[in-house]
């Protein structure tokens, strides 16, 4: 049996210095339950097998997606540690008739039933925010929350944010960042632009046949990074089944259930015990009809060297290289809401190192 990794992860402190990250993560927190634990639930009352992620596919550049499934939440949200760029307007489409406002909002979908929508229910951090969200998730394009001023929470502004920019721009955006072309995109050939193409979905943390939310997604971390701006883009798609969080800082983190085999039970098992915890309870989600136990995985990619920039004689070789590394994976705790016996709070441990993608040390 492999030595277990050492290094855990602790419970955050509670702390209202941060009130951007706070927001943030009270959101990861939230599409945890209803993207992934809930979307599992769905497929088990369907009598419908679970999508789970290959471990070849973890990689986003190794996964290609055929196809939705239908029973898995989607959710597509933009946060602003302030306001929207005054310089980003004309890309992201914010109008009065799309701000958060019941009376827009039962406009943009039929099953919307809000009747009124109090302002402190746009805090991302009241209770009553969980209901809207569940209401407007499904509504196509992005949800913006937004900073308005210093000291002031994340709030809900915009509901049905279009993303608008060509791609063919986006691409060449980064091919030049990177050194890959001198000035056009077709410069070198069709075959080189398509390969860019692919590798720019790959960059934030998508496969190469990306397109709609994902597209959208990858768009809007390009430009507010260009901007300058402190923002995290969240994407949940029923394709993958997975989570890609996208933010300023230089990793790309993606959330996702994982079904263990008997060695890989084992193995988290010897983790658990040399961090102090006697058994895996704090951290299995589910077992399926087979006994299998299903756990929330996280693994964070850090840009690898052909993603950092070349020089433009390079370029064919490392257009086929992977964009995108593991530096981390963990298996986090199960959140409070599905915890019956509540063994994760007590376990006083967030997250546990865990090999899956990786071969164990």
Known sequence: MNSPESTVIPLPLRSSEDLFAAGR????????????????LAFVR??????????????????LPKGEHRYQNTAFMILLDGVMPDSLIKHFRLR????????????????????????EALDLRSAECEGILRQLLPIDYALLAERPEPGRPLQLSHAHVKIERLTDIAVRQLALDLGYIERRLFERSEDYADALEAKFYEYYGFPANAS???????MAAQMLAGAGCRFSVLLANQ???????????PLVTQYMLLRLNRDELDRLLQTCRAAGIGDL???????????????LYRVDFARSAPARGTRR?????????PWLEIVDERILRVPAEFDEDGAGAASGIAALPFRYARPPP
Do not use: W
């Not at 959101?27 to 634990?37: A, E, K, P, R």
């Open 281 to 295: 309870s704090p951290f299995v989600l589910l077992r399926d009809g087979r006994e299998a136990p299903i756990v």
């Open 96 to 119: 009065k008739s799309n701000r958060v406002t019941a009376a827009n909002l039962r406009r943009m979908g039929s099953g919307i039933t809000l009747d009124e929508i109090r302002a």
């Open 212 to 218: 709609g939310r994902k597209s959208a997604a990858a």
């Open 313 to 321: 004689s390079d370029g064919d070789r490392l257009l086929r290289q």
């Open 25 to 40: 993560q009270r959101m990861v927190d939230f599409l945890l339950g209803y993207s992934l634990i809930e979307s599992h």
């Open 239 to 249: 394709d993958d089944c997975r989570i890609t969080v996208l933010d300023d800082g």
């Open 46 to 63: 369907a009598r419908k097998p679970y999508p789970f992620v290959e471990r070849h596919c973890v990689l986003p550049g190794a996964a």
